[in-house]
């Protein structure tokens, strides 16, 4: 089977000023498969988050080929691109990025009122399912502002699993959160892992949380650096 995810060459330049340009990825190869639960590390800097954002369809790479699923997204319009997003991938951000006008319950439909084409009670029912798999069944009615940022983080979780997409890519998922309610957030992506064999793929600075994932991946400088199979060493005993 097709890697999930395949990046061959994957560079990055940005417009600084009228006439420079400077290149942040300077060519990654990699490939994900299925059901990995990784970490990917590395200085503030280095372009983790250039790399999750190409790797998630929200910015296009300078050169280099980025295949979903064995399809190649170099030809995919802006549309089409929008399109796979929505079903391939589920996004976690530091900054949750929910909508504090709404309640846990809405902000969980949002993916789906995007996609339409679902009765309103099956969206409903849906999220209700998402939010009482992450804890937070009696909050479904609050508004986001009125829970902790766990809780918060948790609701970002949920959204990020309502289209149910193979991959879930976290962007510092944990950094905002004390060491408790970091494990917890953490345990919970990775209980969906080995439940519904979702890939992750995790920007964390938190070595001990990247200690618990099934790869290490870090990125020094755009480029990267280090790669390492965990699964032996993370086997149940
Ligand atoms: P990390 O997430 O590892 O901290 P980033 O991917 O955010 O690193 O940034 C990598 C480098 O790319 C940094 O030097 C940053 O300043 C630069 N960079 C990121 N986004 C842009 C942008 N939109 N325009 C110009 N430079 C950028
Ligand atoms: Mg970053």
Known sequence: MADLLLLDGIRKSFNVGARTETEVLHGIDLAVRRGEFSALMGPSGSGKSTLLNIIGLLDR???GGLFINGQST????????????????GFVFQYHHLISAFTARENVMMPMLVDRGRPSFDMERRADELLEWVGLSRWQDSYVTNISGGQQQRVAIARALA???PLILADEPTGNLDTGTANDVFDL?????????????????????A???????????????RD????AKNAPQ
Do not use: W, Y
């Open 163 to 165: 289209m149910n997409p």
């Open 189 to 209: 992506m990775q209980r969906f892992n080995r439940n519904h064999g979702t890939t992750f793929l995790i920007v964390t600075h938190n070595h001990d949380l």
């Open 228 to 231: 390492e199979d965990r699964t």
């Open 74 to 89: 170099a030809a995919l319009s802006e549309q089409e691109l929008t399109k796979l997003r929505g079903h391939a991938i």
């Open 211 to 225: 200690s618990r994932c099934s790869r290490l991946i870090e990125l020094v400088d755009g480029r990267v650096t």
């Open 61 to 63: 790479p300078s050169s």
